[in-house]
Structures are given as C-alpha cells and as structure tokens.
C-alpha cells in the first residue's frame, strides 16, 4: 500500500477495481476513537470494582479515648428485722424475730397459731407490725399498738406505784406516758442486766429521757 492505496487482492471480487485511499486525518481519527473507546471501558471497569468503605468513628480528632467506667452492682439493701411479743393463746409465746412489712397473721403463725377455740375477732390480722410491739391473742378487750401515747390519760394509777421488779407488760403499759412499745423496752431491759437496784436505771432504758423519767418516778419503786 502507498500512499494510502489498496491493492485489489485484499478487497472482494465485486470491488476490485475500485480505488480506496485513507487520508491521514481519518487514520487520526480512528485513533482518537480508539483511544477514547479503550480509556471508557477502563474507566467502566475500574469503578465497577467494590471499594471497602473505611469505619466511621464518633470519636473528635485529638479528643483522648476515655476508658469505659467499670459498673459497679449496688449491694442488696438488707432486710429489716422486727421483734414483737406474742402473748395470749398461742402454742409459742414469747419473742418473734420476723421481717418488716409482715402482719399480724404472719407473727401469729411464727408463734404456732391460736389455741383451739381461740376468739381472733379482737385482732386485725392483716395490720403490718411494728417493732417492739405486743400482741396477744385472746383478750377480748385487745388494745391495738398503734395508739399513740400522746392520746394515753396521764392521770397517776389509783393502785399505788408499781414495783418495776415484778410489773407485767400491762402495769407498764398503763403507766402516764408508757406506750407497749417502752413497755416492752423496760421489760427487755430487766431481762438483759437483772433486777432493777434503783430506779435511776430507768434512765438507762432508751426512750427514757429526763423529763419522762421525772413523770414516771412517782408511780414506780423497787
């Protein structure tokens, strides 16, 4: 080829004869094409190709990593413990260790129950107990706890004073400003360090402050 001239060899039967010439600016632009043809598909293939997307972090350049604070398991808050005195027609009486928020059904049963024939009417089973409270089971005129001394007579007793040695729950109870409460302190009191010697030990009994003792010493003795 010359000149840009093909020779009738390589051209078909019905074209031979026929003058072809290629100028060189065709020659360029087939070129072109080529090179454009070629750098699309390799654009095409490059962007087809996954890219790993990089892990977003929350945290501000330059900020310090922070270690995670350890959590700590708050301790169980423990039970409180009530001591009350079931007395009366039970088949236990005495002292019952039982926890807060339990009623007097539950202290009647950690006492063995009721005697058999035993009037329960007086009692409100279902009132919650309090601590150092008395409890006793078939008295027909049953008093509940929960009055409060304030409301009590302060009147002194028509018998005499009362021998702080020998006096029952009740006697205590029924002394001005004594509540079964204190009652029942007193009388713990007397069980843990003996017989009372004087009655200044009253003092020692907590609730017993100076002004109560003042009112309480004309209506005891030893």
């Not at 310090?64 to 413990?81: D, E, F, L, N, S």
Request: charged share 20%; proline share 11%.
């Amino acid at each position: 080829m010359r000149g840009g001239w093909i020779p009738d060899t390589v051209l078909p039967e019905r074209l031979r004869g026929t003058r072809w010439t290629v100028a060189p600016r065709h020659l360029i632009v087939i070129a072109l094409v080529l090179v454009a043809g070629l750098t699309w598909a390799g654009c095409s293939v490059l962007r087809s190709r996954p890219e790993p997307v990089p892990e977003r972090s929350t945290e501000t350049p330059g900020t310090p990593v922070t270690a995670p604070t350890p959590t700590t398991t708050k301790p169980p808050t423990p039970q409180t413990t009530l001591v009350v005195h079931v007395a009366g027609k039970v088949r236990r009486p005495g002292l019952i260790h039982t926890k807060s928020g339990n009623r007097v059904a539950d202290a009647l049963e950690a006492a063995g129950g009721a005697l058999p024939g035993t009037d329960l009417t007086t009692l409100n089973l279902a009132r919650p107990l309090t601590d150092g409270e008395q409890i006793v089971v078939g008295t027909p005129n049953n008093v509940p706890p929960t009055i409060s001394s304030s409301s009590r007579p302060t009147t002194p007793s028509t018998t005499g004073p009362i021998d702080l040695n020998t006096a029952t729950i009740d006697q205590l109870d029924d002394l001005p400003g004594v509540g079964p409460v204190l009652a029942q302190r007193i009388l713990d009191y007397r069980t843990e360090h003996g017989r009372f010697t004087t009655i200044d030990q009253l003092q020692e009994v907590s609730g017993v402050g100076t002004k109560k003792y003042e009112d309480l010493k004309p209506h005891v003795r030893i």
